[in-house]
């Protein structure tokens, strides 16, 4: 039998992971393996790669890498997507449960019987630039001037774990996402690529964003994008503290507590169990 690799597609709102275990496949992950994999045509398609359980600093973690192979420290989404399959695979029977990612333990908690909800304590925001990273004297960057592919914005900076960039707009598409999501993702001011989330205030509960991640591209959602946009529409006084983000693929609640911690509320569900055989990748 020829040997193949497993495994299973999930999405939350649309943003959609490949989960690979290591207990289940012998593998080695590289970037440009894990680009073909995601790729839609000639691939799989997906967003990204889940790469777990592994263990991470003595703790139960995942790896989590963009379309494009590189890897990022946090994904609000893959979070919810991974909690579901440890669930499902029972390599958790707690409700409550932490995840290890490279920007650090994220605690999780699945609200029903199907987990297929999941609110997440996302940890605390920085606008701080060196934090972020944003080239430039140390300052938190709120509102400030920005040139991308020649035109002029005003643009809030901060990181979730990962780098994120809110512009807010009188209307937001996918065709603008698109247009300005590779400008931004590879400006010179952000030595770590940045992801970049353009917003529309609806009311002080509801922003409308539309969103273009660095390493995947433009997604119909994104956990890190929907607590970016939240966090910076409260920093600049433009809403509540419960913001709902409506984004294509649907809906994320944000919770901002008064010590700045976030929480998301996001659902997920399972696609496929899929494999690939070792000669996909030769
Ligand atoms: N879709 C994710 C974000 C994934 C990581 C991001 N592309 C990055 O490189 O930081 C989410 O749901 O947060």
């Given at each position: 039998m020829t040997d193949c690799i497993?495994?299973?597609?999930?999405?939350?709102?649309?943003?959609?992971?490949?989960?690979?275990?290591?207990?289940?496949n012998r593998v080695q992950l590289q970037g440009k393996k894990i680009a073909l994999m995601?790729q839609?045509?000639f691939g799989l398609?997906?967003?990204?790669?889940?790469?777990?359980?592994?263990?991470?600093?003595?703790?139960?973690?995942?790896?989590?890498?963009?379309?494009?192979g590189?890897?990022?420290?946090?994904?609000?989404?893959?979070?919810?997507?991974?909690?579901?399959?440890?669930?499902?695979?029972?390599?958790?029977?707690?409700?409550?449960?932490?995840?290890?990612?490279?920007?650090?333990?994220?605690?999780?908690?699945?609200?029903?019987?199907?987990?297929?909800?999941?609110?997440?304590?996302?940890?605390?925001?920085?606008?701080?630039?060196?934090?972020?990273?944003?080239?430039?004297?140390?300052?938190?960057?709120?509102?400030?001037?920005?040139?991308?592919?020649?035109?002029?914005?005003?643009?809030?900076?901060?990181?979730?774990?990962?780098?994120?960039?809110?512009?807010?707009?009188?209307?937001?598409?996918?065709?603008?996402?698109?247009?300005?999501?590779?400008?931004?993702?590879?400006?010179?001011?952000?030595?770590?690529?940045?992801?970049?989330?353009?917003?529309?205030?609806?009311?002080?509960?509801?922003?409308?964003?539309?969103?273009?991640?660095?390493?995947?591209?433009?997604?119909?959602?994104?956990?890190?994008?929907?607590?970016?946009?939240?966090?910076?529409?409260?920093?600049?006084?433009?809403?509540?503290?419960?913001?709902?983000?409506?984004?294509?693929?649907?809906?994320?609640?944000?919770?901002?507590?008064?010590?700045?911690?976030?929480?998301?509320?996001?659902?997920?569900?399972?696609?496929?169990?899929?494999s690939v055989a070792e000669s996909f990748f030769s």
């Open positions: 497993t495994m299973i597609k999930y999405q939350g709102l649309g943003n959609d992971y490949l989960v690979l275990d290591p207990n289940k995601c839609r045509g398609g997906a967003d990204g790669v889940l790469y777990g359980p592994v263990d991470i600093n003595g703790k139960m973690g995942v790896h989590i890498y963009n379309s494009d590189s890897e990022a420290a946090i994904s609000g989404n893959g979070v919810c997507i991974f909690a579901k399959y440890l669930l499902d695979h029972e390599y958790v029977k707690e409700k409550k449960f932490e995840i290890k990612t490279l920007s650090g333990s994220i605690e999780v908690e699945c609200l029903n019987s199907r987990a297929t909800e999941f609110r997440v304590n996302m940890g605390k925001a920085s606008f701080l630039s060196r934090e972020i990273p944003v080239t430039g004297e140390v300052r938190e960057v709120i509102n400030e001037d920005f040139t991308f592919n020649n035109k002029d914005y005003k643009a809030t900076c901060l990181t979730i774990g990962n780098p994120h960039c809110i512009i807010f707009m009188d209307e937001v598409s996918e065709k603008a996402a698109r247009e300005l999501g590779p400008y931004v993702e590879n400006a010179d001011e952000f030595p770590e690529r940045m992801n970049l989330q353009i917003c529309r205030k609806i009311d002080t509960g509801n922003l409308d964003i539309e969103i273009w991640e660095r390493g995947s591209g433009y997604t119909k959602a994104s956990g890190t994008g929907s607590c970016a946009a939240a966090m910076a529409a409260y920093k600049l006084g433009l809403t509540e503290n419960r913001i709902n983000i409506n984004q294509p693929g649907g809906m994320i609640q944000i919770d901002i507590h008064e010590d700045g911690t976030i929480y998301m509320t996001g659902s997920v569900g399972y696609v496929a169990d899929m």
